[in-house]
């Protein structure tokens, strides 16, 4: 029996494939009608070919409590996500004046605080943030940009309207399986590829490679370029090494690299020292150099910060870029966008709650029911509460946490995440996700056409993070004729 | 661009790996064969193939009898064996995944696929009946990867260590099992009181062949098997047609320069690597050195004076060197 789009029902929610009464949105027209003329057996046997392809290129992720069972196989669903061209052309507009206005804030913040100065942002917010780091004062990174590589969260509501949930700027991850969902989904439905005209995504590597080859110190001749990755055992490992590997760059630990007596960073060839230029590293700030931060750290290089300021090597993102990604100040950004740029923001934020805020925080604590609070420093979606799915118990237990530190906590309305068709143990089932594109800034701008959509493989969850059971999708933004 | 040390050595050991997997797959293989070629009462036991390459205390840790069972186990599916197949096949995958930015995307899959054949069907190769099947898929595996690295690889430093490593190990193995070859063809050959005469450290090989005295017809059916575990029966017969005696085939897996196998060969195509690398001023004398001793070795001599185990087991110490030499030269870079 062929699957039928009338069985199918969002239950009043915004989904991506199919507009209402079983009819599919012009970006979805073909993968809609290719899926319809499949039997439910044929479905099933293009998800099983599709694990085993994953299995088979080696696409895995890490969770960390799974003891030595370090990588386990990326989850991921046949039925794409698409997403039309001229709504993408908004978006994609809105993450470039966003990330431009928060590196315009990161390089403020380190040298005039001319924003703090004009209280637009309380001082104190971002002086007594974990995320700022007072070795970075005074620090004029290339082309003024500390953030180079940005990944913004976004949902959409009821009504299909985009929202930023959040900026990552210090490691964001995800590229290397937004770039490898391309590829499962090419080998699982090829004749959709012939039918569908939509944006590639294969050149974010040379993008990359050009954004961080644009930092060099050295103009003049090629850059060496790096991937500094804490190891085989972090749960990004599997991208570290795929972006290195799709980059020609070298892939490198801790240990491989030295800070030589000029201040210039080297790394450990069979052929002895050789000088490295740009590093993109995917260790945190406070890994870096156990010199000037965590001193147990053996993940980081001895005298890198002072190599850094001293303009020898470049760091993206560059250290204290994090002072921006923060779920408080994240709420200042529309704000920065019209400080900076005397523009209003394209892209709205979700509505949040500054719990530091004494009568924001009242309001948080009277409605946790309807809310979702999260930590302001946290990330994968550790550390939350879900107010509307919490237990009562779980509710005041939470409450005597925001009590003791509400400066670590914001709340957001539950906004109801978009959906898109799944294939589930009993057939096609919508489910909710979000989706996360990556920015890019160095002398130029490049924003990855789609991103990473994350979906929710529980009925009715939230909770897209795939090291709590979620599952991804790959992402087509269709250029509709 | 050059090379990270420790990326050159992750390399190195991937292509360790790999050839042991092979190897060990050509091993248990033409052990299997052997033993299906003897005459009843067998005079061989599976525990010759232990004793032999140097297993003994690894094996009698974890098991208590050596039958063919606990002994095909043992170098297929223990994971516990660091030398195993599945162990091999993990420790490669492991060593690929953190160079996966040298290697082309084929050869990772390649050595994923391998490994989950592994899993899927380790188990069923334990039994005679599905195990000659297995090997030869395992055997096929890896003879791909070394296709896809020979087509696709640029001859830079991580082709050479990837080399070197291969190069290395199988010369170690097929040294290894010519010892299996003369432990096989010595019982039926050599008195009981001339094998007693060799020293001590012998004893384990020895209780392999006091069990035989006499002459062995069949001689030359187990050369034939040993010749074919390392496909080189072709090869050899294109060279020496007319007969399949010990002093020949020896002659032939020890000393010929041009068939790949061949330990000579080995040495002589790792001397080839190691010339395309920095710094090899250490590592060419200690594989020159190699290369000079299997060249002037007497091989008719040795086997006629028993000194066949003692040379064998010099050359692996000569083995041991040459890799303490490649790495102290190229993973122990200091600043």
């Known amino acids: 029996m062929k699957f039928s789009w009338h069985d199918y029902d969002s239950r009043g929610f915004y989904d991506e494939l199919i507009g ?85 804030f990161i390089d403020d913040v380190y040298n005039k605080q001319k924003i703090l100065k004009d209280g637009v942002v309380p001082r104190d917010l971002i002086v007594e943030s974990g995320n700022f780091r007072a070795a970075c004062v005074g620090k004029r990174p290339k082309h003024g940009v500390w953030a180079h590589i940005c990944g913004s969260d976004l949902i959409r509501d009821k009504d299909g309207t985009f929202y930023v949930l959040e900026d990552n700027l210090r490691v964001p991850s995800g590229v290397s399986y937004m770039l490898e969902n391309r590829k499962v989904t ?24 050009a954004t961080l080859a644009s930092l060099s110190p050295r103009a003049e001749r090629r850059p060496a370029v790096v991937v500094l990755t804490p190891g085989i055992y972090n749960s990004a490992y599997f991208e570290h090494s795929y972006l290195a590997q799709q980059m020609g760059a070298e892939l490198v630990e801790g240990s491989d690299l030295f800070v030589g007596s000029d201040d210039c960073v080297y790394m450990r060839t069979i052929a002895g020292p050789a000088r490295v230029d740009v590093i993109y590293r995917r260790i945190d700030d406070l890994f870096l150099d156990p010199e000037v931060f965590n001193p147990d750290s053996a993940l980081g290089v001895p005298g890198l910060m002072r190599a850094w300021l001293k303009g020898k090597v470049a760091l993206a993102n560059a250290p204290g870029a994090g002072v921006a990604d923060d779920k408080a100040v994240y709420t200042y950004v529309p704000d920065m966008i019209r400080y900076y740029l005397d523009q ?80 589930c143990g009993g057939g096609i089932e919508p489910r909710h996700l979000d989706l996360r594109p990556f920015v890019l800034q160095g002398a130029k701008h490049y924003v990855t056409p789609g991103g990473l959509t994350r979906v929710a493989l529980k009925k009715g969850s939230y909770v897209v993070n795939s090291s709590q059971g979620g599952g991804s999708k790959d992402t087509w933004i269709v250029d509709c004729t | 661009m050059s090379m990270l040390s420790r990326v050159a050595e992750r390399i190195y050991w991937l292509g360790r790996y790999l050839e042991r997997i092979e190897n060990t797959a050509r091993l248990v293989s033409v052990y299997g064969n052997v033993l299906l070629d003897l005459p009843r009462p067998a005079t061989l036991q599976w525990d010759t193939l232990i004793a032999i390459t140097g297993s003994a205390p690894a094996f009698t840790e974890r098991y208590t009898r050596a ?46 696929d391998l490994h989950i054949y592994l899993q899927d069907n380790v188990d069923g190769a334990l039994a005679r009946r599905g195990r000659d099947a297995f090997l030869s898929r395992v055997i096929e595996y890896c003879q791909t990867l070394v296709g896809c690295m020979a087509g696709s690889m640029s001859r830079d430093a991580a082709y050479h260590f990837l080399r070197a490593g291969r190069y ?21 050959r050599q008195g009981q009181s001339q094998v007693q005469s060799q020293g001590q450290g012998q004893a384990q090989r020895q209780s392999a062949r006091d069990d035989g005295a006499e002459e062995s017809p069949y001689e030359a059916i187990l050369w034939m098997s040993v010749l074919r575990s390392l496909e080189a029966l072709q090869m050899y017969r294109r060279l020496v047609p007319e007969r399949v005696l010990a002093d020949e085939v020896v002659d032939f897996l020890l000393r010929d320069e041009n068939f790949p196998r061949a330990v000579a ?56 060197e040459l890799h303490a030499a490649i790495r102290s030269t190229w993973f122990e870079t200091a600043v």
């Open chain 2, 67 to 112: 039958d063919e069972r606990n002994v095909v186990r043992f170098y297929l599916a223990d994971d516990s064996n660091p030398s195993s197949i599945v162990s091999s096949a993990d420790s490669a995958r492991e060593n690929a995944r953190t160079v996966r930015e040298m290697i082309p995307a084929s050869i990772w899959e390649g050595i994923n």
């Open chain 1, 20 to 104: 209402g009464r079983g009819v599919a949105r012009p970006a979805g027209k073909a993968v809609a009608k290719h899926i319809r003329s499949l039997t439910m057996e044929e479905i099933r046997e293009r998800q099983r070919a599709a694990e085993l392809a994953v299995k088979t290129m080696g696409i895995t992720f890490t969770v960390y409590s799974e003891g030595t069972n370090i990588d386990r196989a990326w989850p991921y669903d046949i039925i794409p996500r698409t997403i039309s061209g001229s709504d993408w052309d908004r978006v994609e507009a809105g993450l470039v004046q966003r990330l431009t206005a928060l590196n315009l």
């Open chain 2, 265 to 320: 060969n080995c040495l002589m195509a790792l001397q080839s690597c190691l010339r395309h690398l920095p710094r090899n001023e250490l590592a060419l004398r200690t594989v020159a050195a190699t290369i000079k001793h299997v060249q002037e070795a007497n091989i008719a001599g040795l086997l006629a004076q028993q000194g066949m185990f003692d040379y064998i087991d010099q050359l692996q110490i000569e083995f041991n």
């Open chain 1, 186 to 209: 090419k080998r699982v439905f090829p004749e959709l590829f012939a039918a569908e005209n939509m944006r590639p995504i294969g050149e974010y590597t040379s993008h990359l490679f």
């Open chain 2, 168 to 188: 290395l190990e199988r010369a170690d193995m097929t040294s290894r099992i010519v010892d299996v070859g003369t432990a096989n063809v010595f019982p039926w």
């Open chain 1, 344 to 423: 209003d923001a394209i892209l709205p934020n979700v509505e949040t709650y500054r719990c530091g805020e004494h009568e924001a925080c009242a309001h948080v604590l009277q409605h946790l029911d309807k809310l979702v609070v999260k930590p302001v420093n946290e990330s994968g979606g550790y550390g939350m509460l879900m107010g509307p799915t919490a237990s009562a118990q779980e509710r005041m237990a939470f409450s005597r946490l925001l009590r003791a530190n509400p400066r670590n906590y914001v709340a957001q309305p539950l906004i109801s995440l978009s959906t898109c068709p799944t294939v």
